[in-house]
T-cell receptor, first 115, second 112 residues
C-alpha cells in the first residue's frame, strides 16, 4: 500500500508568482485535506476535497485554490504569492463515508519559500 | 483565533522518565482529540486519540487524559525513549469530516 506522496519536496518562488503543489492520496482514500504549517506553528486547515468537490475551507483567501482528480490525487494552487506564504504545505488523505471520518494520513510536505 | 493551544514549546526529559505534554482548547463543541508526532522532513503521524465520552485512553507507553470540565488534555509517555524525540501536536476534530485544528506543537527531547 503506497502512502501519501507530495511533490515537489522544496520550492523557491518570488513574490507575485504562482505555484502548484501536488499530492497523491493513499490508495482507497476519497478525501484530501491541505494544511499550511508556518514556522513555529501547528498546521492550519486550508481546505478539504471530497470526491472532487471542495468540502469546507479554512480562513484562507481565494488565491488559494485546489483540485481533486478522479484518481483522488490533488493540487493546491496559490496565486500572487506573498512572503507570508512561505511555509510547509501538508496534504492528508482519508477515507470518509456518510460524514464519518477515519484517520488522516499525512504526506511529508512541500517546503515553499517565497522571496 | 487559536482554539487549540499548546503552551509549552519544548520539553526535555531523561530517558526512562515520564514525559507529560499539555493541551488546552476553547471550543466546547470539540468532541474528539488526537495527538500526532512529527519528525523532521516527515509528515505528522497519528499517535493516539480520545473521544469526549472518555477521560482516558491508553496504548502501550502512551496515555491521553481528557478533562472536559476545564477543556484540557494531556499526553503521558512512560517510559520516555530517545526515539520519542520529536514534535508533538495536539489536534481537535472540528467536524464530522475530520477537519483538524492543531496546536502549535511541543518539541520533546529525550536525553540519555
Amino acid at each position: 500500500e503506497t502512502g501519501v506522496t507530495q511533490s515537489p519536496t522544496h520550492l523557491i518562488k518570488t513574490r507575485g508568482q504562482q505555484v502548484t503543489l501536488r499530492c497523491s492520496s493513499q490508495s482507497g482514500h476519497n478525501t484530501v485535506s491541505w494544511y499550511q504549517q508556518a514556522l513555529g506553528q501547528g498546521p492550519q486547515f486550508i481546505f478539504q476535497y471530497y470526491r472532487e468537490e471542495e468540502n469546507g475551507r479554512g480562513n484562507f483567501p481565494p488565491r488559494f485554490s485546489g483540485l481533486q482528480f478522479p484518481n483522488y490525487s490533488s493540487e493546491l494552487n496559490v496565486n500572487a504569492l506573498e512572503l507570508d506564504d512561505s511555509a510547509l504545505y501538508l496534504c492528508a488523505s482519508s477515507s470518509v463515508e456518510a460524514g464519518e471520518f477515519n484517520e488522516q494520513f499525512f504526506g511529508p510536505g512541500t517546503r515553499l519559500t517565497v522571496l | 483565533d487559536q482554539q487549540v493551544k499548546q503552551n509549552s514549546p519544548s520539553l526535555s526529559v531523561q530517558e526512562g522518565r515520564i514525559s507529560i505534554l499539555n493541551c488546552d482548547y476553547t471550543n466546547s463543541m470539540f468532541d474528539y482529540f488526537l495527538w500526532y508526532k512529527k519528525y523532521p522532513a516527515e509528515g505528522p503521524t497519528f499517535l493516539i486519540s480520545i473521544s469526549s465520552i472518555k477521560d482516558k485512553n491508553e496504548d502501550g507507553r502512551f496515555t491521553v487524559f481528557l478533562n472536559k470540565s476545564v477543556k484540557h488534555l494531556s499526553l503521558h509517555i512512560v517510559p520516555s525513549q530517545p526515539g520519542d524525540s520529536a514534535v508533538y501536536f495536539c489536534a481537535a476534530v472540528s467536524d464530522s469530516w475530520g477537519k483538524l485544528q492543531f496546536g502549535a506543537g511541543t518539541q520533546v527531547v529525550v536525553t540519555p
